[in-house]
């Protein structure tokens, strides 16, 4: 299949390759230059599995939903301690 970019650098995509691709007008694609100098196009329709693990780092242990919760509430409660200790005296001695 052949595409002829404008003098803007536009080619509009066959369609096969839109209706296979299930692209539609606004569709975002990853143009990627392989080494060896073809370029291949990639639709971005990700679902959710296909991003299952991306921020996984190798030697990385992974957490779990428990001790991700016990970490962000140990931050909040340091945080709000910390508030509360540099708050001035005027605002805390306030009567009502």
């Known amino acids: 299949m052949l595409a002829t970019p404008t003098t803007q650098g536009q080619a509009t ?13 606004g569709a975002k694609l990853d143009l990627v230059l392989q080494s060896d100098g073809p370029v291949t196009l990639e639709p971005l329709q990700r ?24 970490a962000i509430g ?7 301690e910390r508030v509360r200790r ?6 805390t001695d306030r009567k009502s």
């Open 86 to 91: 540099t708050a001035s005296p005027a605002t």
């Open 13 to 25: 995509l066959p369609k096969e390759i839109r209706d296979t691709s299930k692209l539609g007008a």
């Open 47 to 70: 679902s959710a599995l296909s991003v299952a693990g991306l921020l996984k780092r190798e030697g990385r242990a992974v957490s779990a939903l428990a001790e991700v919760d016990d």
């Open 74 to 80: 140990a931050y909040l409660a340091e945080k709000s």
